[in-house]
């Protein structure tokens, strides 16, 4: 799954451990799967998520608990974000994006998920 350098951070530090994603820019992740964090199409995985939840909702009807898990303190941090990644002018409480939950996984597991890996 692709992320900025600096949310690889949050992730690999244990602040972040939810994404949202909009549904035109989102692959189909699936719960259940494990997938490479990277920051850019064919470099080194820098460890691993597996997906435990996914959910839809409108962009404004985030809470502070999901900010949280976004990785920032305020909803005004977590906008700027947003528009940052998807573009100036891109926050749009009404819009509906796909969240993913996840946990996250330093090192390639060698048991059945292994099939489950996947670089997207």
């Given at each position: 799954?692709?992320?900025?350098?600096?949310?690889?951070?949050m992730?690999?530090?244990?602040?972040?451990?939810?994404?949202?994603?909009?549904?035109?820019?989102?692959?189909?992740?699936?719960?259940?799967?494990?997938?490479?964090?990277?920051?850019?199409?064919?470099?080194?995985?820098?460890?691993?998520?597996?997906?435990?939840?996914?959910?839809?909702?409108?962009?404004?009807?985030?809470?502070?608990?999901?900010?949280?898990?976004?990785?920032?303190?305020?909803?005004?941090?977590?906008?700027?974000?947003?528009?940052?990644?998807?573009?100036?002018?891109?926050?749009?409480?009404?819009?509906?994006?796909?969240?993913?939950?996840?946990?996250?996984?330093?090192?390639?597991?060698?048991?059945?998920f292994k099939?489950?890996?996947n670089?997207?």
């Open positions: 799954m692709l992320f900025k350098k600096r949310h690889i951070e992730i690999l530090a244990g602040r972040k451990t939810q994404t949202r994603r909009l549904p035109s820019k989102s692959a189909n992740y699936q719960v259940g799967r494990i997938y490479s964090i990277i920051d850019c199409w064919f470099t080194k995985a820098q460890g691993y998520i597996l997906i435990t939840r996914k959910f839809n909702q409108k962009l404004g009807e985030i809470s502070l608990e999901d900010v949280k898990k976004e990785g920032y303190n305020t909803l005004q941090e977590f906008c700027r974000a947003w528009e940052e990644v998807n573009g100036q002018g891109s926050w749009d409480p009404q819009q509906i994006v796909t969240a993913y939950e996840f946990e996250v996984l330093k090192e390639r597991l060698n048991r059945a099939g489950d890996l670089h997207s």
